[in-house]
């Protein structure tokens, strides 16, 4: 069964960063395409980032040149390092797949992302 930990979050101010570290157990880290969520209270969850095994990533509009996604495909770990981090920034941050739904793997807890001042 595959496990998901995510990591590294925290509050922050306005303009602050954070590094988020997804660990991942029980399969075959490195030939998959992995992804950050993202839900923020009342909203549904969101697409931050996805990372093929490649390499190759992607991220959506709003946190384009401000977030970068990267993998440790030795350490079996995926991260998102956020800077300049605005309010609307604020969510639980989960990692999964990238394949879609219906073929998620069992969701981690998410770590609490919290952009104030």
């Known amino acids: 069964q595959v496990e998901l930990v995510e990591s590294g979050g925290g509050l922050v101010q306005p303009g602050g960063s954070l590094r988020l570290s997804c660990a991942v157990s029980?399969?075959?880290?490195?030939?998959?395409?992995m992804a950050w969520y993202r839900q923020a209270p009342g909203k549904q969850r969101e697409l931050v980032a996805t990372?093929?095994?490649?390499?190759?990533?992607n991220y959506a509009d709003s946190v384009k040149g401000r977030f970068t996604i990267s993998r440790d495909n030795a350490k079996n770990t995926m991260y998102l390092q956020m800077n300049s981090l605005k309010p609307e920034d604020t969510a639980v941050y989960y990692c999964?797949?990238?394949?879609?739904?219906?073929?998620?793997?069992?969701w981690g807890q998410g770590t609490q992302v919290t952009v104030s001042s």
């Open positions: 029980g399969t075959f880290f490195s030939n998959k395409a």
């Open positions: 990372i093929l095994p490649s390499g190759i990533t």
């Open positions: 999964n797949n990238a394949l879609g739904a219906g073929r998620y793997y069992s």
